[in-house]
């Protein structure tokens, strides 16, 4: 889950006092990952507000780079209307072009306002007064894009807390196929939760293709594992249903993949310690996760990684143009695929 730096609290922390109603002045949520800012921002005002009370005392403002700061200030300090405080969320606060403006107010609050600035795509400039002036009385959390490798472990966080549970291959092809868009994973992931059957409460390879759209058998994640088992019947089968289906299974998304896959490969190669607990604190890995590292390391030795690692690179530069010559993209991915697998 996301974490700040500078010692601030976790997601799970803040959450947990948002819902026990232990509420800040001022909140600075700011980060490359806009899942987590947007998680906190509704449970803000889920839990300080009861539906009633929203019309006269939550005030949101989506910001443009005309939006005017004074506006935010001024309705900051309005006082609430028959209800204990009101909410102002400031949305896109990065489009502010005075957004250092709002420390006038930060030094002065009001206790009986709760001032939400979201900030995304990035991060505010910790030199800049307003995260200073906010530290002292309210909370800065920072919510960095999420690594691929803590994708699953998400996957499964989510599902448990609605009671669902997800076998690996699952979760992985899930992983494999959204990428990091947390916000886009958790809709996919609702929808297989309204799609599951009645009494049945684990999302399984044929509920995703079903309401997906991929294939249990023909996805990144198992052309993934054939690559890494060296199992050339079935990397080049499903390289066939891929090339068939081009838009379902494109190539600028199966490259990335497999460069992750080498470039771990490559590092486990030259770690320290070349055990699994070695191997895997390394990479920064989970334990099951290692495996798949070290079964690539028995197949590929650090120098045909190399050389993978370069065609890789290659592949990606024609697939954009760049010496393609009359070559298809499935071509392009046959050659990528033989060169991998001899």
């Known amino acids: 889950m996301a974490k700040t730096s500078n010692n601030g609290p976790s997601y799970n922390e803040l959450m947990q006092a948002v819902r026990g109603k232990q509420f800040q002045p001022v909140y600075l949520l700011m980060g490359e990952e806009s899942y987590y800012i947007d998680r906190l921002c509704d449970a803000i005002v889920e839990n300080s507000l009861a539906d009633e009370e929203r019309d006269f005392n939550q005030m949101t403002f989506y910001c443009t780079r005309e939006t005017d700061v004074n506006n935010i200030i001024n309705a900051a300090r309005r006082y609430p209307m028959m209800a204990e405080r009101q909410v102002v969320i400031v949305k896109e606060a990065q489009n502010l072009l005075k957004l250092d403006d709002l420390t006038e107010y930060v030094n002065n609050v009001l206790k009986s306002t709760i001032l939400v600035i979201a900030y995304k795509n990035g991060n ?58 947390l916000n886009r994973m958790a809709s996919e992931l609702d929808k297989l939760c309204i799609a599951m059957p009645d009494g049945k ?45 081009p838009k379902a299974n494109p190539p600028y998304v199966t490259v990335p993949i497999l460069f992750n896959l080498f470039a771990a490969v490559m590092q486990a190669h030259y770690a320290p310690e070349r055990t699994p607990s070695g191997i895997a604190q390394h990479l920064g890995l989970q334990s099951w996760q290692v495996n798949e590292i070290l079964m690539a390391m028995r197949n590929y030795s650090a120098m045909k990684t190399m050389l993978i690692i370069g065609k890789l690179r290659e592949t990606d530069a024609r697939l954009k143009g760049i010496g393609k010559g009359n070559d298809t993209d499935a071509d392009i991915m046959r050659e990528l695929i033989f060169f991998i697998l001899h």
């Not at 499964?156 to 092809?173: C, E, F, G, W």
């Not at 992983?175 to 868009?181: F, R």
């Not at 409460?201 to 079903?210: D, G, N, Q, S, W």
């Open 124 to 181: 505010v400039d910790r030199r800049k007064k307003l995260v200073g002036a906010i530290q002292k009385v309210g909370v800065v959390f920072e919510s960095p894009k999420v690594r691929e490798t803590a994708l699953p472990q998400f996957i499964t966080d989510y599902l448990k807390s609605k009671d669902v549970t997800i076998d690996n291959a699952s979760r992985m092809i899930m992983a494999e196929y959204i990428g990091a868009d």
């Open 201 to 245: 409460k684990e999302v399984t390879a044929e509920l995703i293709e079903r309401n997906i759209g991929i294939s249990k058998d023909f996805n990144n994640w198992e052309l993934k594992n054939a690559i890494v088992t060296k199992d050339v019947y079935k990397a080049n089968q499903i390289l066939s249903y891929f090339n068939a289906n």
